[in-house]
C-alpha cells in the first residue's frame, strides 16, 4: 500500500467513526428525552396524588363535613375560601399541565360538581366574584369542562355580566 492508500483508509475510517459516534449521540439523546418525559409524567401523576391526599386528610374531610352540616358555616362565605381555593388549585394544576388531569378528573368531577351545585356554593362564588370578576375563573371552566350543569353556570356570574352591573 502506499501512503495516499493508507491516508484514504484512515480518512475512510475516521468519517465512519464520526458517524457511529453522531449515532450514539442520536440515541443517547432520544433515551434522555424519553427520560425526561417519563420524568415529567411521573412528577405530574406525583402532583394528583398528593392533592387527593390532601383531600383526603383528616382536616380536610373534617372541614367538609362540617361545612355540609353547619348552616351558620354556609352562611359565612368566607368559611368556603379553603374549599374554593383548593378546587381552584386544582383547576391551575390541569390547566398548566402540572397535575395529571385523568386522574384529577377520575378523583374529583363528580365532588367539584356536587360542591359547585350547592346554593351556598353559589353565593359564595358570586360575592367573591362581584369584588373580583376573574376570580375562581379557573375553576368554573374546569366545572364545566369536567360536565357541570350549564344552568348552574349561569347562576354563577359571568365576568361580562360582573363588569355590566
Not at 27 to 50: F, G, H, I, P, T
Not at 76 to 95: D, G, P, Q, R, T
Not at 143 to 159: A, L
Amino acid at each position: 500500500m502506499t501512503i495516499a492508500e493508507y491516508g484514504l483508509l484512515f480518512s475512510g475510517t475516521q468519517a465512519l467513526a464520526v458517524v457511529v459516534g453522531f449515532y450514539f449521540a442520536y440515541k443517547q439523546l432520544s433515551l434522555l428525552q424519553y427520560s425526561l418525559r417519563n420524568s415529567v409524567e411521573l412528577a405530574s401523576r406525583q402532583n394528583a396524588m398528593n392533592l387527593m391526599a390532601r383531600y383526603s386528610s383528616v382536616d380536610f374531610a373534617a372541614y367538609r363535613s362540617k361545612l355540609r352540616a353547619d348552616k351558620d358555616m354556609q352562611g359565612n362565605y368566607h368559611s368556603m375560601f379553603a374549599l374554593l381555593n383548593f378546587f381552584e388549585e386544582i383547576a391551575i394544576a390541569v390547566k398548566h399541565k402540572t397535575a395529571n388531569k385523568g386522574i384529577l378528573q377520575d378523583a374529583f368531577a363528580t365532588s367539584l360538581r356536587s360542591w359547585l351545585e350547592e346554593e351556598y356554593i353559589i353565593e359564595a362564588l358570586n360575592r367573591a366574584r362581584a369584588k373580583d370578576p376573574a376570580r375562581f375563573e379557573n375553576l368554573l371552566d374546569l366545572y364545566r369542562d369536567w360536565g357541570g350543569s350549564h344552568s348552574r353556570t349561569v347562576q354563577i356570574r359571568s365576568v361580562e355580566a360582573l363588569h355590566a352591573v
